[in-house]
């Protein structure tokens, strides 16, 4: 049976073989770009109309489907620190304003957390001033509030 790595690698292949883009694939599977490499790069479980979807526009064996909808084991697949220029300048974002967003958040929310499960990611280019390329990251996450006992 192939395992998430080689059906990672497999559905990459096939996508720039196709000329396929995540928003193709989050469509057909009802879902956002950003979910759909998700479940390519092994990090959720697919639902079988999702797993049969990626597996008929990525013309993946049959048997891939089944390793789509099982529960993922969700673990970096990058080193640590990160080397990748682009995976690295979120870590440094993090790093460097994470307690200022913490600050604000705990003013806003209360004690608590954003729920890294309960989250939705949407990436979006947007131009500002015309002409010049930004990226829009929202990380839309159910706050959960610390227990009191």
Request: proline residues 8%; glycine residues 6%.
């Amino acid at each position: 049976m192939l395992n998430r790595e080689e059906i990672r690698q497999a559905a990459l292949a096939a996508k720039d073989t196709k000329g396929l883009s995540w928003p193709q694939l989050g469509e057909a599977i009802g879902k956002s770009p950003v979910y759909a490499a998700m479940l390519v790069y092994g990090y959720g479980q697919a639902s079988e109309a999702e797993a049969q979807a990626l597996t008929r526009m990525l013309a993946l064996p049959a048997e891939a489907q089944k390793v789509l909808m099982k529960a993922p084991h969700r673990m970096p697949a990058q080193p640590w620190p990160p080397t990748d220029p682009f995976v690295y300048r979120f870590y440094e974002a993090i790093m460097l304003y994470g307690p200022v967003f913490k600050d604000v958040a705990h003013e806003i929310f209360g004690d608590g957390i954003m729920s890294a499960i309960d989250m939705s990611v949407d990436i979006r280019k947007t131009e500002e001033p015309a002409g010049v390329p930004r990226m829009t990251i929202t990380l839309n996450g159910k706050w959960l509030t610390y227990k009191k006992f």
